[in-house]
């Protein structure tokens, strides 16, 4: 298991080794980014970093996202309706369950999922190098009516 902190610290050094400043903005972005289960969207990681940073923009945070994703380093989770989620702490490929009501993104353990891709390569002779698998669904909060 990855921790938050081992993350936080991976990021940081890939930043610092491409040679980018490494600013106390950058540093929250990062933070809130490692620190969040949600699959935060760039508008969600921008409230959080208001309360400290009250000037940063919503085009800054969505830069320093763009920055980081380009080292690889966040999971980008597009959706047709715009609204795309981060991964900081998974930034490989991987499964994902979402909520159609209140939109929480959840990571399930799935063990079948190396013999899927296996499975996948005999049947269509691809050599198949990423995955995109959501699964739709209501959330247990839904389902009792809290949300
Ligand atoms: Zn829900
Ligand atoms: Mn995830």
């Known amino acids: 298991m990855i ?3 081992k993350r936080f610290e991976t990021i940081i050094q ?18 809130i980014l490692v620190d969040s ?3 935060p969207s760039v508008e969600n990681i921008h409230a959080q970093i208001k ?25 980008e ?13 998974k930034p490989y490929p991987h499964p994902h369950v979402v909520c ?3 939109k929480k993104i959840v990571d399930p353990d799935l063990d079948s999922l190396d013999e899927m891709k296996k499975e996948v390569e005999v ?16 959330c247990s909060d839904c389902q009792a009516g809290k949300v």
């Open 3 to 5: 921790t938050h902190k």
């Open 14 to 31: 890939k930043l610092k080794d491409n040679g980018h400043k490494i600013t106390p903005q950058r540093i929250a972005i990062v933070k």
């Open 37 to 39: 289960e949600g699959h």
């Open 51 to 75: 309360t400290d940073f009250p000037t940063m923009s919503l085009a800054t945070v969505y830069r320093n996202i763009v920055l980081i994703k380009s080292l690889g380093e966040v999971l």
């Open 77 to 89: 989770l597009g959706f047709p309706d715009g609204s795309n989620r981060y991964d900081g702490n």
């Open 100 to 102: 159609i009501k209140c």
């Open 123 to 138: 049947e269509t002779e691809f050599k198949i190098l990423n995955h995109r698998l959501d699964f739709f669904g209501i």
